[in-house]
T-cell receptor, first 110, second 114 residues
């Protein structure tokens, strides 16, 4: 199956700092997605990217679909305590299947 | 969006037993999916639950181990059969449009097998 390489695996930052994480693949995809999973919850879609080069924002979150269609990054500006959680990139494989990256676990020190 | 309810939210099970997880959606949906999230790991698709026909399983998952029912467009069950400690995971039900990638997930069912 398709392997997504997501980095970093974990981040420990101070409140107020900016965060950046990325996902790469050896294959080309038409959609890149970013989900967040809070402790004890299922993942929630943050941003969906459908076009190479697309830059999309959702509040303090900004994500970009790489021009090569093989990568994407997610930035969080001015982090706050509720940003804690696990962030997953994902792609659509075939017509039916979402494949998720390994996740980036974000911890924020107040 | 969709509201998805899963039962049980968590359970502790004995080796060799089976447990059925229920997933109820507040609206009729075409596609329902079951994912597994092993401790500290990402989500892996187990199968797609098809209404009126057998589920479609991903590589590495078989019907004997993970039988799935989909009696109507709002409900599905996943059974984890003959459990072993390796089955300790969070099992998540999801619905949505895979064409856009917009999946909605239940809160998950956290199973611990002793």
């Amino acid at each position: 199956g398709q392997q997504l390489n997501q980095s970093p695996q974990s981040m420990f930052i101070q409140e107020g700092e900016d965060v950046s994480m990325n996902c790469t693949s050896s294959s080309i995809f038409n959609t890149w997605l970013w989900y967040k999973q809070d402790p004890g919850e299922g993942p929630v879609l943050l941003i969906a990217l459908y076009k190479a080069g697309e830059l999309t924002s959702n509040g303090r979150l900004t994500a970009q679909f790489g021009i090569t269609r093989k990568d994407s990054f997610l930035n969080i500006s001015a982090s706050i305590p509720s940003d804690v959680g696990i962030y997953f990139c994902a792609i659509i494989q075939g017509a039916q299947k979402l494949v998720f990256g390994q996740g980036t676990r974000l911890t924020i020190n107040p | 969006s969709a509201v998805i309810s899963q039962k049980p939210s968590r359970d502790i099970c004995q080796r060799g037993t089976s447990l059925t997880i229920q997933c109820q959606v507040d609206s009729q949906v075409t596609m329902m999916f079951w994912y597994r999230q092993q401790p500290g790991q990402s989500l892996t698709l187990i199968a797609t639950a098809n209404q009126g026909s057998e589920a479609t399983y991903e590589s590495g998952f078989v019907i004997d181990k993970f039988p799935i029912s989909r009696p109507n467009l709002t409900f599905s069950t996943l059974t984890v059969s003959n459990m072993s400690p390796e089955d300790s995971s969070i099992y998540l039900c999801s619905v949505g449009a895979t064409t856009t990638g917009e999946l909605f997930f239940g809160e998950g069912s956290r199973l611990t097998v002793l």
